[in-house]
């Protein structure tokens, strides 16, 4: 077991953790870390991109689970030596990534620290919220967008390249118009943060169902984390309505997997730790 | 204005920000960080005093707001190196601290990272709220407790010297009993957390209103911050109850000034950055 998973062992069980947001009374509700050399280096990405980046990811687990994001609670940890002018950008960039999802930030916490750390809390109406569980023997698996950019240019900036300005890794593409359209045909969902082939040992871990792969999928595309496209699972009956939602909303879509009774192993690398 | 008001002050105004939690549909949510070298040294508290910390101090925020704190999410960036037996003192921390306050940990996130730091989101039931806001003029001003220790003892950490491990800097003693009972009785309350003179600067700005002492402070015990006690105002005809709720709890209680309009001036050092 890793770390991570240790630690979290460590808590009582409670029935809303290890979703991408937990459900209270019709809301989800999630909180996740943005920080400075654990998520993005400095020199990555202006503090505009850092701070929509933060919403964004935080804002993809509402969107996954059914939620429409509402509210937002921001604590940022902030070098003292950041400028004016760069505090404003680090604002501009959460306040428009708000506003453009029609959320509202009403709290968090501001403090002087050594690099800039973000946390963030979003609030999401969720009134039929979609789960990593619910997928059924028979379902397909199908995830959306071209995956495998997000990987090879985290590689490039690891290296000290440069990479497209318009890149997935600096600016996540959520999928909400494909996922609101196509939620009441969808039983099971997440949003791909670790990459594929992790993130379906989620979905193997809380449905107790392996996959039959009948699209090929290389490691590259499949070990790609933080692509924060949308994987999810339906009844095969609606596929055609699916991918019609799919055009319709000028949304990639892979089908590429069936859900059976059989194992699964990720084989990709451990990424947390 | 120092950093820390700007920032806050590039964001769209909210009805929400501002107080120490935001209230939403009969609920106070706050988030508060508590990162190691910013707020604690590793060398001053165990890993479970830390963890304990750091939900009372968020557990706070929603007493003095009259919400009873019901769930919690944590976000915690851990060392690399830290052992099994150190993350499970420190999961104990908080989990036995949530126990201790009725409160579910239903979520968060967990990640490595140079620095032991943590972010926690409270929600409460808070269908009362009491504000900063609602002191009229008249109105007396009281705190719990006896202030002073907290900033005796940061002083004693940051020269290298010990202090008693009952010391509030390290265990801070909330008051619930008594304010769930006075609740009914005060008009304006916050916890102090900065220092009793800076936090009456907040009393003032959200009231424009200012203070007669009857009581000398001394700076050493007005510039005193993280205390978590309470500081509130009240209706002078609810003197004597209030009194004989202090007592009934066992909570040291000082009424000391009276709401008048006149300016306010914090005699402390900024400690924001």
């Known amino acids: 077991m890793n770390k991570e998973d240790y ?72 070098p003292k030596h950041y400028t004016r002018k760069e505090l404003k950008e ?83 593409v959520l999928r909400d118009r494909f996922f609101y359209k196509a939620a009441p045909f969808i039983r099971s969902a997440m949003d791909i943060s670790d990459g594929l082939f992790h993130d379906l040992e989620k979905l193997h871990r809380a449905n107790r169902l392996g996959f039959d792969f009948f699209v090929p999928i290389p490691k590259p595309v499949g070990c790609s984390g933080e692509e924060f496209e949308v994987l999810f699972a339906f009844d095969p009956r609606h596929e055609k309505r699916i991918r019609h939602i799919a055009r319709l909303t000028r949304t990639p879509l892979t089908v590429f997997a069936r859900a059976v009774r059989k194992p699964y192993h990720n084989l990709c690398r451990p990424n947390h730790f």
Request: glycine share 8%.
């Open 90 to 172: 680090l604002a501009r960039g959460f306040q428009e990534t708000a506003d453009a999802f029609g959320i509202t930030i009403i709290g968090g916490d501001t403090i002087a620290n050594i690099k800039l750390d973000i946390s963030i809390t979003i609030m999401a109406e969720c009134s039929r919220p979609i789960l990593r569980s619910g997928m059924k023997e028979g379902d397909l698996l199908a995830y959306t967008g071209r995956l495998g950019e997000s990987r090879r240019d985290l590689q490039r900036l690891l290296r000290g390249a440069s990479v497209n300005p318009g890149s997935r890794f600096v600016h996540p």
């Open 7 to 78: 630690f979290i062992g460590c808590f009582a069980e409670t029935p809303f953790i290890g979703d991408d947001a937990a459900i209270l009374n019709d809301m989800c509700i999630s909180q996740d870390a943005f920080f400075e050399n654990v998520h993005f280096k400095r020199e990555w990405m202006s503090l505009y991109e850092i701070a929509r980046k933060a919403m964004l990811v935080n804002i993809s687990d509402a969107i996954v689970m059914n939620g429409r994001p509402k509210y937002a609670l921001l604590t940022v940890a902030i």
